[in-house]
């Protein structure tokens, strides 16, 4: 009976230091846990774009004039080869001044003295050359009858041939006095001489749209003079849109034409596809919003998303750009808060029957806070998110109920 007592008080004594010791053991540590999964991964550049036109069409005086106020406006849509978008009449002459009048008025002088000149000595001609051919007709029959010798014919042939030039050349040279007359009289004309020509409805001259589109500049809406090569409107088709974007040097060495990019942030719902174009082969200094030279290149994009879908997109436009550089299907990720640094390598903690098990991983590319698993975790694993000093090998853990 005595060793039955000393047992149960044995037995009471163990359960008070057992019940002692699991009272002083610490509770397990609260963490989240996720799981590591497999899936769809793309890497991804970000950048800030601007919308362009492929091509567009600048419209230029094809003379110096006046140009009348503008018949179109930016954003109409034109018609090749039917609509007006610009009117042009020649310059009016200049202003003379004084001197300019007079040396002006002087030589019409001159030139009408010359035309009375010509027309004298174009009167003479006609009458010699008259008296000529009628000496001629004379001698011809005189000869006939054999009165006068040949050689007295043949002077007579000689005569009216020469008088027939003389009459030639005093027509031309009147012709040319008359010329120069009207030559000195222009001179004479000034803008108050000139016609409107725009005013009156009678614009010599009307440019026509070369190609179909949307006006997206005219350079001056009111009438004012033009030299010859002076811009006067571009038109352009918005339908035909491409983005350009500067990247990085770092970065645009990673990206390939035909890479397929996510347009967002461009003022419409959704995300529009496009993919790269080409990459300029030469890049840029740009200085950052921080003070920091960058070296950027220019990447151009062409939209895959139809027109229909990026209504109200024009020239110009701010979008913002996400680039594919790497792309895979059905890779093992974990996300990048589980991971920390082991020393120079990556490790998480996984969770093993209630305890943090540290585990190495070796880590690939990384994207949208998830990170390529190359070794170290299995499809399902369960690891700790953000882990905190608390955690260390071994440690009782427990998951955190959901909010």
Avoid at 9 to 29: K, N, T
Avoid at 328 to 351: C, E, H, M, N, Y
Avoid at 375 to 400: H, K, M, T
Wanted: aromatic letters at 2%; glycine letters at 8%.
């Amino acid at each position: 009976m005595q060793g039955i007592k000393l047992v149960m008080s044995g037995m009471a004594g163990l359960a008070l230091v057992a019940a002692a010791v699991w009272s002083l053991r610490p509770d397990p540590l609260l963490v989240d846990l996720v799981a590591v999964t497999r899936g769809p991964m793309e890497v991804t550049v970000e950048a800030e774009g601007v919308t362009r036109v492929r091509e567009t069409w600048s419209v230029t005086a094809p003379i110096a004039g006046t140009v009348a106020r503008s018949p179109v406006r930016e954003g109409d849509a034109v018609v090749r080869d039917e609509t007006e978008v610009a009117l042009i009449r020649p310059a009016d002459p200049p202003l003379l001044d004084a001197r300019a009048r007079a040396q002006a008025e002087a030589a019409v002088t001159e030139a009408q003295a010359a035309v009375r000149q010509a027309e004298v000595v174009l009167a003479q001609a006609q009458t010699d050359e008259a008296l000529a051919r009628a000496q001629l007709d004379r001698n011809v029959e005189l000869a006939r009858r054999g009165i006068i010798p040949q050689r007295a014919l043949e002077d007579a042939e000689q005569k009216a041939s020469a008088a027939a030039a003389a009459l030639d050349s005093a027509r031309a040279e009147l012709d040319l006095h008359r010329a120069t007359l009207a030559r000195m009289q222009a001179q004479l004309s000034g803008p108050e001489t000139a016609k409107t020509g725009i005013a009156d409805g009678e614009c010599c001259l009307r440019l026509r749209a070369p190609q179909s589109g949307t006006v997206l500049l005219v350079t001056d809406l009111n009438a004012r003079p033009v030299q010859q090569g002076d811009l006067l409107v571009t038109i352009a088709d918005l339908q035909d849109l491409q983005i350009e974007a500067d990247l990085l040097s770092s970065d645009a060495v990673r990206v390939t034409p035909g890479a397929p990019v996510h347009v967002e942030r461009w003022g419409g719902a959704g995300t529009l596809e496009a993919r790269v174009e080409r990459i300029d082969p030469t890049g840029f200094t740009k200085v950052s919003a921080l003070g920091i030279e960058e070296q950027r290149v220019l990447v151009h994009m062409d939209f895959v998303t139809p027109p229909a879908a990026r209504a109200g997109l024009g020239d110009g436009y701010r979008v913002f750009v996400r680039v594919a550089v790497w792309q895979a299907d059905a890779i093992l990720q974990v996300p990048q808060s589980a991971l920390f640094r082991q020393g120079t390598d990556w490790a998480v903690f996984k969770a093993v029957a209630g305890r943090a098990v540290l585990a190495p991983v070796s880590i690939g590319q990384s994207q949208g806070g998830m990170a390529e698993v190359l070794s170290g975790l299995a499809e399902g694993d369960l690891v700790i998110a953000y882990p905190g000093n608390r955690i260390s090998e071994g440690a009782r853990i427990e998951a955190r109920a959901a909010p």
